[in-house]
């Protein structure tokens, strides 16, 4: 039994259906009767009395095909669990800690009670904010990725409506939370639930239950459990599971009201009245995912030219042509569709969303493409947007700059592919690219695309060493290190950074690492990265640079690499590769150097 | 379905327990899975299920089966 499969199947709404489904999760599991995609340890450690979570989480996260592990803290012990390094905690081991610490634990008595003269709010900050900064650190030292939830605004107050103005608990708990969204920003293993806005969009007074509380101490209604736990797996589904990239869109009746090929460009809903607003609104929507870095396509059944007129000349038309990676116009099948599109932007179909307001399209790709997600789109188009937001399939933990552009990237590589089936040659087609490179050495502005970078590149990667953002950082500062960037542009549009070259400087000049991005191979960036290198190392009164080539399954495309670059074998056993600086290594022709 | 056996079906649901275990006298003492926890997970969905709200002496004075019949019959819920 698939763990998706059984959730889909299940009732899981209230708190004892959740109770039940764990327990048939739990009985599969030891019969070895159940398959998931990813078995996880995590640890929920709260403040408060959150009887039900770990039922509730084990539910949410069995939607993302993950089985959890769960360790719940006991009732008010989250500092003796997270401080003494020896506690069951710790000897659980957990990838993941949720952090839940609520306001009416840490402020005590000042809760009910912040306007008394005696009380020194400012200090209650302080030291709040020490206390949640000394568990942060423990955990993310750790290596433990940890998400800590803000603390929520209280509404009770004695002052009534002076207390928003006053420098009450109000803003010392408002800025304690500003504090830690900064924080999040400098620990790359620190992430931000925001639980002050879940219950303001659940209802501060709707989600606290008096009854609940006094009688056994609980801070959150039972049956808003599970949208709590909703909420907390949309970060193990961004730590574990890879988003969709593309979202791939019909015409008639999605991006515009009515049918084109019926009503002509003056006769669709779409601009200022109130149906067409809500066209327009849906693609400014669209349009903003796209600039975030979600690749756009267009499956449609319509004559092509009456399509693309009123994607190119409608007035209110926010995507144009040029938003989109693909477009396939045209009478065939939407799994055909699907399929040429794919290959066409050398994506996977399991990376796509298919939008389409005809169910009978979206059953035939659900039957036949079962890999791609098919929204099930409302039959009032009032709520397009809505149903696209609440998707939560494009949630990722941070966007570096490469990936805000990856739509629009995808986007200009369609015209690339324009120039290039009209170019003679290769050569040719490299020179008509005007490409333009930026070397950077130790920039410390980088680190996360650095990073990034030597986590993701699997092909043209010489030796797939992997470093966290701390390790880059370190090789920045170390003076026997040099991290070597490549900023690569053409003149479609930029490919932010995509080359990379950590060099050894310590005994001899070793190429710790060497790679592009796949986004830039067959463009003779290697040989610019190489000859950048190659001076420096000169300058530095280097002769010779060792490269070494670590085989994987993946990396075959870097195989030849260093031969065609000018190295010759080495006999050594880690550093096989020699290149000989007494020559000059001149730089590729058809790329311009920038400073 | 009768005011009983809806009242029964989700104590059992909530209890993970067969229907056929649950009278009367069904309390704390005498079923394991009737902790504190279950209890109150029992007063939301009553309250979900009976359209009622329970004060908080009502959800103290619960011992057994028969005083959440009783609590019950007095929102004129009947259970003859």
Redesign the interface.
């Known amino acids: 039994m698939d763990l998706t499969d059984l959730y889909n199947k299940s009732k899981t709404c ?4 959740q ?2 489904f764990s ?1 048939q999760v739990d009985d599969l599991n030891k019969k070895r009767e159940l398959s998931f995609a990813l078995e996880k340890r995590i640890a929920f450690v709260s403040s408060s009395t959150m ?2 979570i770990k039922e509730s989480l084990l539910s949410q996260c069995s939607k993302h095909n993950i089985l959890l592990d769960i360790f719940v803290t006991e009732y008010n012990q989250f500092a003796q669990a997270v401080l003494d390094q020896s506690s069951e905690l710790y000897a659980f081991d957990p990838e993941v800690v949720f952090l839940h610490l609520d306001t009416r634990t840490l402020a005590g008595d000042l809760f009910l009670n912040s306007n008394n003269t005696n009380f020194h709010i400012d200090e209650w900050e302080k030291e709040t904010i020490s206390l949640m900064s000394t568990l942060i650190s423990i955990l993310t030292k750790r290596g433990i990725k940890t998400v800590i939830s803000s603390l929520e605004v209280p509404h009770i107050s004695s002052l009534g409506i002076l207390e928003s103005s006053s420098n009450g608990l109000r803003q010392s708990v408002r800025r304690i939370n500003l504090d830690l969204m900064t924080q999040c920003n400098d620990n790359e293993y620190l992430f931000l639930f925001d639980y002050d806005l879940f219950l303001g969009k659940i209802g501060k007074i709707q989600s606290f ?4 509380y ?3 101490d ?1 801070r959150l ?3 808003y459990l599970s949208e709590f736990a909703a909420d907390l797996s949309l970060y193990m589904k961004a730590f574990y599971v890879t988003p969709k990239k593309c979202l791939v869109l019909d015409l008639d009746n999605t991006l515009w009201g009515g049918v084109i090929g019926e009503s002509g460009l003056d006769g669709i809903q779409l601009g200022p009245d109130p149906k067409g607003r809500s066209f327009m609104e849906f693609q400014q929507y669209i349009l903003s995912l796209h600039n975030r870095g979600i690749i756009l396509a267009i499956n449609s059944k319509n004559n092509y030219d009456e399509a693309i007129n009123a994607i190119n000349n409608h007035p209110h038309m926010v995507l144009r042509e040029e938003n989109f990676a693909a477009i396939e116009i045209n009478w065939d099948d939407k799994v055909k569709n699907l399929k040429s599109l794919a290959s066409e932007m050398n994506i996977g179909l399991d990376s796509m969303v298919f939008v389409d307001d005809d169910e009978y399209n979206r059953e035939m790709v659900k039957e036949f493409l079962p890999e791609v997600l098919v929204v099930d789109m409302p039959k009032d188009f009032s709520m397009y947007l809505s149903t696209i937001d609440s998707l939560d399939c494009f949630v990722t933990l941070n966007l570096t700059k490469e990936d805000l552009k990856k739509g629009i990237m995808y986007a200009e590589e369609k015209q690339r592919k324009t120039l290039k089936e009209s170019s003679t040659n290769l050569t040719n087609y490299l020179n008509l690219l005007q490409m333009k490179g930026v070397f950077k050495v130790d920039d410390n502005q980088n680190i996360k695309r650095i990073s990034q970078l030597t986590q993701k590149t699997n092909q043209f990667n010489m030796t797939t060493k992997r470093y966290s953002e701390q390790q880059i950082e370190d090789f920045i500062l170390d003076d026997n290190y040099h991290v070597i960037t490549l900023d690569l542009s053409d003149k479609f549009g930029d490919y932010g950074t995509t080359g990379l070259a950590i060099v050894d400087c310590e005994l001899e000049y070793r190429l710790d690492t060497f790679l592009l991005s796949c986004r830039i191979l067959g463009r003779n960036a290697e040989n610019a990265l190489m000859s950048e290198i190659a001076s420096l190392i000169k300058n530095k009164g280097g002769k010779v640079l060792l490269g070494s080539f670590i085989e994987t399954d993946r990396n075959q495309v870097a195989r030849d690499a260093f031969e065609k670059l000018g190295f010759d074998k080495n006999d050594d056993r880690v550093y096989n590769w020699k290149l000989s600086l007494e020559r000059s290594y001149s730089f590729p022709d058809c790329i311009e150097r920038v400073d | 379905m009768e005011n009983k056996e809806k009242l029964y079906h989700l104590i059992s ?2 209890l ?1 327990i067969d229907v056929t275990e649950i009278n009367e006298e069904t309390s704390p003492e005498n079923t394991q899975s009737w902790d ?3 209890a ?2 029992m ?3 009553l309250e ?1 299920c009976f359209n009622v709200t ?3 002496d009502e ?2 004075s619960v011992r057994n089966v028969r005083d959440i019949i009783e609590v019950l019959s007095s929102y004129a819920i009947s259970f003859d």
């Open positions: 209230s708190i004892s259906d109770v039940s327990r009887n039900g239950d008096e009854r609940l006094y009688l056994a609980m209604k039972p049956s | 649901h909530v993970g504190s926890f279950n109150l997970v007063v939301t969905e979900e329970f004060t908080m959800i103290e």
